[in-house]
């Protein structure tokens, strides 16, 4: 029960009110008085109501206590109490639950804010009516319908027990797109129904959420309840390990660590190699992010404060494969992201096929590359060379093919660059050429596009080639795409719509050749399909999502060692390749592959809005902004009617007491 | 306060009670001459008795016929016919004055009643009053004509100040040892106690008649709310909240005070009569009083 009236309201009237009433009880009663013939006998008949009635006193005091009742139960009336109740939610109920990596955060008592969010659940389908039915789903980076719209409160129970934690980012569009989509009427009941009713969409996280400037509610209310409490977090943000440039074999391991909370940290971090403990530095004291109020208000954009964040290189000989882990000493809210690995395949120079009719460009650039081998044919040489020359295990015998100005159907398993041509697969069609267009869109944040300014590219035509949906456009065109990843079964294209030279192959079709730019795209092209290859390590991979993996020939599926220990299969396709997704934990999974650098994959979580663990007050959703509410928000039901009725009863009871005294 | 005759004795009541006379239980020496039948042997015409001559009786009495059949002398005695002696003490304390009809003039019309029927039967009357004093006090009238002295008495008699019975009962022992009827007229609500009184009328073996009168006020209480009783004598207060239950109280109370009186009168020959006010003055003496045998 709350109270609504400020305190010294109700204590202000019961310094007024009580004390006088006392004080009336106990003055001399003002009694009328009356002659009579003789007190004899009326003394001594008090007297013997007093010796015979030992409650008399009492008895006689009934009024007071009635009146002190009628009194305090004004006051209270006065102080408007409330109680809160169920609230008044809509006929359907879909309860959201982020199950990602910040809900891990213990918030005391051994309870993390998934068990905190699993607790309100709980109270808000106890609180469900009869009539109204819920929905559970849980979230990070995906969207899991645990149960569908029902009315058995056991079975929605037994969803939220079923919502673990994971270690993946959290996104909400996709859950909230599954909810309006389960909460829409179906055929049946929109036929039925004359008036639609809304969905109500309660959401319990900790708020950490980058997505909801995407999220619209359509039909129905969104209610934000707001898990957790605290806001003590650093953070491992970004791990990048890289062989160096002239001498593969050193390892350069540089990590970056941020301060999430309001206190300064100081903390050490260890480099293992192979769980060898191999360095430890230790980290200057990390500024904090902002005060504590501030921390639940903003949001984490922008250049983080001075010193707020640190980056740390280690650099050691390393000359073989090796799984490195990173680590930060003490102890925090989120223990997950205090940690950070990478897989190292060992150092080895890539092999070059280039196949092109003649392109000076292409011919003195990609030898420059840090490549072990570069092989130079034409089309044609390309098109009629035997299987051995190119294919070695089933897979292609160099690490990339750069292809220029060709076409090709010949497509070993493998990795393939792509200038003003297509590999000629099925969804891929190449059209007419398009001429004096800009690029309306492209993705800088792409590794093949880092550090390349597409503003400064100039081209003069590129072909229309239409890809499949599972392309990755890195520029667009009006009509299409002009440069895209394309990764099919165990093929992967890079396409540039455009080539160096126009078609006669006379003129430069584009000044990019001609700055600094085009030797970047290069290098980053090459790291990026030879992937690991040439890389410092074999891209890692974000909590949650998929990772591929080349399954031995002729095995059927693919054995997979959890961090946890526990193993899981995973199955091959025809095409010796296996998908495994459930890389919920992170940490290093074991693959029996046998291939040295294939042989584990690293899950880290490296997500700053996960790190920053403060709990959200402030959300903001395309359709408006919704508060966060610290609990389940339980409306508030004034009590006063129910004083004002007991009131009336006591004073219908004082009444009736009053007058049976008197009236005889 | 002076009350007017007919408020006490109306004519047409008056001659109502010239049929009745007062009856004793007990009879007793007179002082003169009178129509009641005294102890004493005396000179009437009614033969009583012999008894042997011893010299110096009168002669005249000797019954000669008895000496002539039997040669031995013997006196015939007659009973001797005397006056009673009648008393009424009246209750003159101002609780009296209580109730509607009010105690005093309710005593005052017995008083002024027995007293006509004494007077017109030649008994000697005295009619007395008393409160926290002894007196006023009207000491043996005798004849009819003397009932205006009385009735004035008993007009100009005030109710006031404090009852104390016991003294008065006592003066009047003292004063009164003449034998008699007496009938006392009180409310009997004496904070000192009836019983020391009752003892010293008892004791002068008096053939006495308790009446206790009570006002309907008294008996049936309509009061309610929180209240201050003055009692009217002593001006002593009572805070009283009234409830059912006190009520019910006093009711029980003032049933045991005067069945606490019956009972004391009833053990020592007392007789007690106990009246509301209520109570038809008329029917009360032509009706009560000759059942109780007081008057015939």
């Known amino acids: 029960m709350n109270f609504l009236a400020p305190w010294y309201l109700p204590a202000l009237a019961t310094v007024l009110t009580v004390p006088p009433l006392v004080l009336l009880y106990f003055l001399k009663l003002k009694r009328q008085e009356l002659p009579i013939s003789s007190t004899l006998l009326w003394k001594r008949a008090v007297e013997d109501l007093q010796v015979n009635a030992p409650f008399q006193r009492l008895k006689s005091n009934l009024l007071l206590f009635l009146q002190l009742l009628l009194l305090l139960l004004a006051i209270l009336a006065i102080a408007e109490p409330t109680w809160s109740g169920p609230r008044d939610w809509k006929k359907s109920v879909v309860l959201i639950l982020d199950q990602s990596a910040s809900m891990a955060v213990e918030e005391g008592a051994r309870q993390t804010r998934l068990d905190l969010a699993k607790e309100q659940a709980r109270q808000a389908i106890n609180d469900l009516a009869s009539n109204q039915k819920a929905m559970v789903i849980g979230f990070s980076n995906r969207a899991r319908v645990l149960q569908t719209f029902t009315n058995d409160k056991n079975a929605l129970h037994r969803a939220v027990e079923r919502i673990e934690q994971t270690d993946a980012v959290g996104r909400l569009t996709e859950a909230m797109n599954l909810a309006e989509v389960y909460a829409m009427p179906t055929g049946e009941e929109a036929a039925t129904e004359t008036e639609v009713s809304d969905a109500q969409y309660i959401v319990f996280t900790d708020g950490r959420l980058p997505d909801t400037a995407d999220i619209t509610v359509q039909r129905g209310t969104m209610d934000i309840v707001r898990i957790g409490n605290r806001r003590d977090n650093v953070g491992i943000v970004n791990l990048d390990v890289r062989r160096n440039y002239e001498k593969p074999e050193l390892l350069s391991v540089l990590v970056r660590v941020r301060n999430f909370g309001y206190d300064p940290a100081s903390r050490d971090i260890s480099l293992l190699v192979d769980d060898q403990l191999r360095s430890v530095q230790a980290i200057p004291l990390l500024a904090p992010l902002a005060d504590r109020e501030l921390l639940t208000r903003m949001p984490l954009s922008g250049l983080p404060p001075e010193g707020n964040e640190v980056s740390i290189a280690f650099e050691l000989p390393l000359a073989t494969a090796a799984r490195i882990e990173v680590r930060l000493s003490g102890t925090d809210a989120l223990p997950i992201d205090d940690r950070a690995y990478a897989i190292v395949p060992p150092p080895r120079a890539m092999n070059i096929l280039l196949v092109t009719p003649g392109n000076y460009y292409l011919r003195r650039l990609v030898p420059a590359m840090p490549v072990a081998n570069c092989t130079i044919c034409s089309p044609e040489e390309y098109e009629e060379a035997s299987d051995d020359k190119l294919i070695e295990n089933g897979r292609c015998l160099y690490d990339v093919v750069i292809i220029d100005g060709h076409s090709t159907e010949r497509l070993p398993a493998g990795n393939y660059l792509f200038f003003a041509g297509a590999p000629l697969i099925e969804g891929v069609r190449i059209g007419p050429g398009i001429e004096g267009q800009p690029f309306l869109d492209w993705d800088e944040t792409h590794p093949v596009l880092r550090h390349v300014s597409v503003p400064a590219i100039n081209v003069f035509s590129w072909l229309d080639i239409k890809l499949p949906n599972q392309a990755i456009p890195l520029i667009e065109g009006p009509e299409g795409p002009v440069l895209a990843v394309l990764r099919q079964e165990r093929n992967q294209y890079l396409i540039c719509a455009f080539g160096l030279f126009d078609s006669t192959r006379t003129y430069l079709n584009t000044d990019w050749v001609l700055n600094e730019g085009f030797v970047v795209f290069v290098y980053n092209a090459l790291r990026y399909l030879a992937g690991a290859t040439s890389a410092g390590q074999i891209e890692p991979v974000r909590p949650g999502e998929p990772f591929t993996v080349a399954a031995r020939p002729e095995a059927a599926s693919v054995r997979i060692l959890r961090p946890d220990g526990e193993y899981d299969q995973a199955t091959a396709s025809p095409t010796g390749l296996a998908t495994y997704g459930r890389t919920n934990k992170v940490g290093i999974y074991s693959i029996a592959t046998g291939i040295a650098g294939e042989d584990a994959r690293a899950v880290n979580l490296l997500d700053e809005q996960e790190s920053f663990i403060a709990p959200n007050k402030d959300f903001h959703i395309a359709t408006g902004s919704v508060t966060a509410t610290g609990s389940l928000d339980r409306s508030r039901r004034p009590l006063w009617p129910y004083l004002l009725m007991t009131f009336g009863l006591v004073l219908l009871l004082e009444w009736i007491i009053y007058n049976k005294r008197v009236f005889v | ?296």
């Not at chain 2, 007062?22 to 012999?50: L, N, P, T, W």
């Not at chain 2, 909240?241 to 045991?256: E, F, G, S």
């Open chain 2, 1 to 296: 306060m002076t009350t007017r005759y007919n408020e006490l004795l109306d004519p047409e009541f008056m001659n109502r009670l010239e049929r009745l006379d007062i009856v004793s239980r007990k009879i007793y020496f007179g002082r003169m001459k009178g129509e009641r039948r005294s102890k004493r042997k005396g000179q009437s015409v009614e033969f009583a008795d012999y008894r042997n001559y011893v010299s110096g009786d009168d002669l005249r009495f000797l019954d000669w016929n008895i000496y002539a059949r039997l040669e031995r002398l013997f006196i015939k005695l007659f009973f001797e016919e005397e006056d009673l002696h009648v008393s009424i003490l009246v209750d003159a304390s101002a609780s009296m004055r209580y109730g509607n009809p009010d105690k005093a003039l309710y005593a005052r019309r017995i008083a002024a009643a027995v007293s006509y029927i004494g007077l017109i039967n030649y008994n000697r009357v005295s009619v007395t009053a008393y409160s926290d004093r002894y007196g006023p006090e009207l000491v043996g009238f005798r004849g009819r004509h003397m009932i205006h002295q009385v009735l004035d008495f008993l007009a100009n008699l005030d109710s006031a100040g404090a009852g104390n019975m016991a003294a008065a009962c006592r003066r009047y022992a003292i004063r009164h040892p003449q034998k008699g009827v007496v009938l006392l007229l009180s409310d009997f609500l004496d904070k000192g106690g009836y019983e020391t009184g009752l003892r010293y009328l008892v004791g002068r073996n008096y053939d006495l008649y308790a009446v206790q009168l009570l006002a309907p006020e008294e008996i049936e209480p309509k009061l309610a709310g929180d209240l201050q009783l003055r009692d009217i004598e002593d001006n002593d207060l009572a805070e009283i909240t009234v409830t059912r239950a006190l009520l019910n109280r006093y009711k029980q109370n003032l049933n045991a005070y005067c069945l606490a009186l019956r009972d004391f009168c009833a053990r020592r020959g007392v007789t007690y009569l106990f009246t509301p006010t209520t109570v038809p003055f008329n029917q009360l003496v032509l009706t009560y009083l000759r059942q109780r045998g007081l008057l015939k």
